[in-house]
C-alpha cells in the first residue's frame, strides 16, 4: 500500500510480457482516483514515453539531449528549478525496468556504483554514491504476453537466461521465412510479398485512431500552416505508431485532401510500397504485437537483444525470422547475480 507518512523507493522488474506498462497505467488511473494526486510518468526515449503514455525524462526534468557526447549541463533557471521541486518534492519513486533485456546504451547498469571520475564528468561534482541501494526490489513473474502459447512462453524463458536447448533452436528455425533466392533484390521482393500477406492488427488500428482523436490541436505534430498538394511526397514526422509503419521519417504521397465547414478537416494519404518499414530492436521495447518479422543473425551484438526481439510477439505462429543465429544469444551475468 502507499503511505503519505513513509516515501516510497520501489524497483519492479519483470520479464517481457508480465505487465509493467499495463501496471503503470492503472498507478495513474488508482492515484488520480483513490488519492486525487497525478504521477509524473517518463522515460529514457520517445518511444518507450509513447507507450506508456508519459514524457521523455529529458522533458520531464528539463535536461540537456546528448548529441553523441556527453551533455553540458548547466543549472537551471530559478523559475524552472522551482516548478520541477514544488511538483517533485518528497515524491514515491516506483522504476520500472528488466536487467535482463536490453543494457544501458554506452552506459553501465543501475546496480554499478558510478565512480567519483564519473560523477565529476557528469554533473560535476558530489562524492561516489549508488542509489540502487536506496530502492527495495520487486519481480513481476507472471507472463501475461504469451499466457496462451506455454511453448513459446518456456523457450523464451529459457532465452532471457541466455539458454536454448537444441529442441528450443529447432523449434525456432522452423519459423524462418523461406527465400527461393540470395539476391537482393528477388528476397526483399518476397519479403514485401510476406509482409503483405500477414494479417492486419485491428488493435493497433483501434490504438491509432484513439490517439488521433486525444489529439488536442489535431497536427500530429507538423507544422499548423503548410503548403501541399494531391500527388506530392510527404514525410511523417511524429512516431504514430512503429508497429504499423506510421513512424517518422516514414515516406507518402497524398491522395486527396478534406474539406469541412471550417477548412480542411483531413488529409489522405498512400503510403509507398516500395518502402520496407523496419525499427530497431532497441526500440521495439515495450511493444506488444501479434506477428513480427524479425532478423536476428549476426548482426545481434548486445545480450538480451534476441530475447526483447522475440518477446515482442504473443504466439510462437506469430514470430517470421529472416535470420536466426543461436549462438549470439546471451545474458549478462552480472545482471542474472544481481
Known amino acids: 500500500m502507499l ?53 521523455t525524462v529529458h522533458r520531464l526534468l528539463q535536461l540537456p539531449v546528448e548529441q553523441g557526447d556527453t551533455a553540458k549541463y548547466k543549472p537551471l533557471s530559478d523559475n524552472a528549478l522551482k516548478r520541477i521541486r514544488q511538483s517533485l518534492k518528497d515524491i514515491h519513486i516506483v522504476v520500472f525496468g ?3 533485456q536490453l543494457p544501458p546504451v554506452r552506459e553501465e547498469f ?3 556504483p558510478l565512480t567519483k571520475a564519473q560523477i565529476n564528468k557528469y554533473i560535476k561534482g558530489m562524492l561516489s554514491f549508488n542509489l540502487w541501494t536506496l530502492f527495495k526490489y520487486e519481480e513481476l513473474n507472471i507472463n501475461m504476453r504469451q499466457k496462451t ?12 537466461l541466455g539458454y536454448l536447448a537444441n529442441s528450443d533452436i529447432e523449434t525456432l528455425l522452423k519459423r524462418k521465412i523461406s527465400f527461393s ?16 500477406n500477414l494479417p492486419s492488427n485491428t488493435r493497433l488500428e483501434k490504438r491509432i485512431l484513439k490517439m488521433l482523436n486525444e489529439d488536442d490541436d489535431n497536427a500530429c505534430g507538423i507544422s499548423q500552416v503548410i503548403t501541399i498538394k494531391i500527388g506530392c511526397k510527404i514525410m511523417i514526422r511524429r512516431n504514430i505508431d512503429v508497429s504499423v509503419g506510421l513512424v517518422n521519417g516514414t515516406i507518402a504521397t497524398v ?23 523496419a525499427i530497431t530492436i532497441h526500440k521495439s521495447q515495450g511493444l ?8 536476428a543473425g549476426n548482426s545481434i551484438f548486445s545480450c538480451g537483444q534476441t530475447y526483447v526481439a522475440l518477446s515482442r510477439i504473443t504466439k510462437l505462429e506469430g514470430l517470421h525470422l529472416i535470420n536466426f543465429d543461436p549462438s549470439s544469444v546471451k545474458a549478462d551475468e552480472s545482471a542474472i547475480r544481481e
Request: hydrophobic share 40%.
Open 3 to 55: 503511505s503519505d507518512n513513509k516515501t516510497i523507493r520501489l524497483f519492479v522488474s519483470g520479464f517481457g510480457g508480465t505487465g509493467k506498462s499495463y501496471l503503470i497505467e492503472n498507478l495513474v488511473i488508482w492515484n488520480k482516483l483513490k488519492r486525487k494526486k497525478n504521477i509524473a510518468v517518463a522515460a529514457p526515449t520517445g518511444i518507450a514515453a509513447f507507450n506508456i503514455q508519459g514524457l
Open 98 to 100: 528488466d536487467l535482463l
Open 110 to 112: 543501475a546496480f554499478i
Open 149 to 160: 502459447d506455454k511453448v513459446y512462453s518456456e523457450i523464451l524463458g529459457k532465452l532471457r
Open 181 to 196: 533466392s540470395h539476391t537482393p533484390s528477388i528476397s526483399l521482393h518476397e519479403l514485401y510479398e510476406y509482409l503483405n
Open 255 to 277: 491522395i486527396a485532401v478534406n474539406k469541412g465547414k471550417t477548412g480542411i478537416d483531413s488529409i489522405a494519404i498512400r503510403l509507398e510500397s516500395n518502402q520496407d518499414y
Open 288 to 295: 506488444n504485437l501479434e506477428n513480427a518479422v524479425v532478423e
